[in-house]
């Protein structure tokens, strides 16, 4: 019941930023957990952070740790993704996805936006 939309992605040099956004629409987005994945060319798709619906508790892969940002704000029916220092290697097409609760599964994450490519260059 919640359709997702990812925008923000683009080219940037490593070590640039880039802030992404997943827009919702509907009328149950606060109620939804919401997590930020990726899937590099070739690669499986991998969770990259989650957030709770109240945004009280955030997740990170070990890897993006000190660097991404994970929030929301659910009066705008948004999540964003604000990304530091990005390295080459994360070149991926990064999408949003909603799920029931917190630190949920994959097969938990039942709806997807599009994707939004990032390409980080040497």
């Known amino acids: 019941q919640v359709q997702l939309v990812e925008s923000g992605g683009g080219l940037v040099q490593a070590g640039g930023s880039l802030r992404l956004s997943c827009a919702a629409a509907?009328?149950?987005?606060?109620?939804?957990?919401m997590g930020w994945f990726r899937q590099a060319p070739g690669k499986e798709r991998e969770i990259v952070a989650a957030?709770?619906?109240?945004?009280?508790?955030?997740y990170y892969t070990d890897s993006v740790k000190g660097r991404f940002t994970i929030s929301r704000d659910n009066a705008k029916n948004t999540v964003y993704l604000q990304m530091n220092s990005l390295k080459p290697e994360e070149t991926a097409v990064y999408y949003c996805?909603?799920?029931?609760?917190?630190?949920?599964?994959?097969?938990?994450?039942?709806?997807w936006g599009q994707g939004t490519q990032v390409t980080v260059s040497s």
């Open positions: 509907g009328r149950s987005f606060s109620t939804y957990a």
């Open positions: 957030i709770s619906w109240s945004g009280s508790s955030t």
């Open positions: 996805a909603a799920a029931g609760r917190f630190l949920a599964t994959y097969t938990e994450y039942r709806h």
